[in-house]
């Protein structure tokens, strides 16, 4: 089979062909080296490849094999981890001058669980500094560009994961989502991307080293989750990083109830669906209302589902956000880092470490986040899926935070972002479909929510709209 061709395959397919022995791990991990390797120059996806690692690994998957012994669901499939993911005896830089050397001494928890179900690592894939944007871009290596249009940013802070599922240099990819990171770069790299349940899949150890003041993960808010070119690909990898408990994360949930695989069955006739365009008060980009509101009529057309406008009616939880954010970051060690790495971090980052946040303010967040929650579970009481935009916007130009006006309102650089992060503060499940593409070929994201612990609704729902209106087949053009 031709480099194209093993580049192509989804992770179900390739892992199977793998432990039928009709495909080496070898073979398939070499083509997508090859593949990284053509348009790294390009896309900067990755920022530590590491093809010898991956050569390794495969050489003794291969030998496995050969011996007879059985071996793991992601057998030989090529899969890339965000850099803000710990990986033993590899580089995690997190963008950031400050963790520039930084080795792990330990896997984080859906590494390990990767690794014993026979996945190849590939390397870590890029991000902005600590992960605090929704872009790809940071102060230590080349931009992560989009492979829609290399001009635009890929989004982030999952950005180079996004970039490289969606030019074929892995199946799927890790990302990390504590206010929209897998979604946000699967909606503009026109993948698919999931944020399970809080507490499904494992959280631990997040950045952190003895040698500096630390970073930490955004315990209540941070999920961990796949980004594949198929919905049923990140249920395969759901299955492995989302099987049960770890002692580590005292989040995680017991073992899930139900086949991670099996959630993809089904139909969707008569489930009752919410669509909420803007919130009530967002601004959104024409485009994407037109996009998203086509892709919602076929829950109604195709698959059966009641449609209603309507909205949960918060109002904009956005700066209480950030407050849960300044709770749950280390503003001690990362003030203590700004003193020595002030001149080489980014802009709008430093700001954030040296505001002087107030008790009223970090209190007047969990309390919002409450009525937030709140207005949630009474509001999907009524439904059984909410449907989104996953961003006001399409993507935009690299090299800044987002656009200042959006549908002709001046907006705050971060407010393309509102229908992310408000899952992360109730911690819904979440996904991004690809609802279809700009007249200039940029690809636009529908959100679908699924009720408290529903991650199968939102599974079904997602699979059910990749058949009625499939994307995979659409090929960005820097693939050629």
């Known amino acids: 089979m031709a480099d194209m061709e093993l580049c192509e395959l989804d992770a179900i397919t390739t892992a199977r062909l793998v432990r039928e022995r009709q495909v080496s791990p070898v073979a398939v991990t070499e083509a997508h080296i090859a593949r990284m390797e053509a348009l790294e120059p390009k896309l900067h996806a990755f920022c530590t490849p590491t093809p010898d690692l991956a050569r ?32 033993k005896g590899i580089r995690t830089v997190s963008g950031s001058f400050a963790y520039e050397n930084f080795i792990p001494d330990e896997d984080d928890v859906v590494v390990e669980r990767l690794k014993a179900a026979d996945a190849i690592i590939l390397g870590k894939t890029n991000v902005p500094e600590f992960g605090y944007s929704g872009v790809g871009h940071n102060p230590v290596f080349e931009t992560t560009r989009n492979p829609w249009n290399l001009d635009m940013t890929p989004g982030g802070s999952s950005a180079g994961s996004g970039a490289a599922v969606a030019a074929g240099m892995c199946p799927f990819a890790i990302g990390s989502d504590g206010g929209g990171s897998v979604r946000i770069p699967s909606a503009h790299c026109g993948i698919f991307g999931m944020k399970a349940s809080m507490g499904r899949v494992p959280l631990y150890p997040g950045t952190k080293d003895e ?14 989750g796949p980004m594949s070119r198929t919905v049923a690909d990140s249920a395969l990898m759901l299955s492995v990083i989302g099987s049960g408990p770890d002692p580590r994360d005292r989040h995680t949930l017991p073992g899930p109830e139900f086949d991670w695989m099996e959630c993809l069955k089904g139909d969707l006739k008569g489930k009752r669906v919410a669509l909420s365009l803007d919130w009530g008060y967002a601004a959104v980009d024409p485009r994407v209302r037109t996009i998203v509101a086509d892709a919602a009529r076929v829950f109604e057309r195709d698959l059966g589902c009641i449609v209603e406008e309507a909205h949960p009616g918060w109002t904009d939880p956005y700066p209480a956000f950030w407050g849960l954010v300044a709770l749950e970051s280390d503003l001690a060690g990362m003030r203590a880092l700004a003193d020595r790495f002030a001149d ?28 937030v929650n709140n207005r949630m579970w009474r509001f999907m009481e009524r439904y059984d899926l909410l449907l989104t935009p996953t961003l006001a916007v399409p993507p935009f130009p690299v090299h800044v935070q987002g656009p200042e006006k959006i549908d002709g309102r001046i907006v705050a650089p971060f407010q393309w972002l509102a229908f992310t992060f408000p899952m992360n503060m109730t911690g819904q499940p979440a996904a991004t479909v690809p609802a279809g593409w700009t007249a200039d070929g940029l690809p636009v994201g529908m959100q679908i929510v699924g009720r408290h612990l529903d991650d199968p609704m939102v599974l079904r729902a997602s699979a059910a709209f990749e058949a009625a209106r499939p994307w995979r087949q659409r090929r960005p053009p820097v693939l050629g």
């Open 344 to 371: 080489r971090m980014t802009p709008h980052l430093l700001d954030f470490i040296r505001r002087p946040w107030t008790a009223e303010e970090l209190t007047g967040a969990v309390m919002t986040r409450k009525a």
């Open 56 to 87: 390794e690994a495969a050489r003794r998957l291969e030998q496995r094999i050969a011996a007879g012994e059985a071996v793991g669901p992601l057998a030989g499939v090529p899969v890339g981890i965000k850099d803000l993911v710990c990986t």
């Open 211 to 224: 040698r500096y003041p630390g970073v930490s993960s955004w315990e209540s808010l941070e999920h961990i």
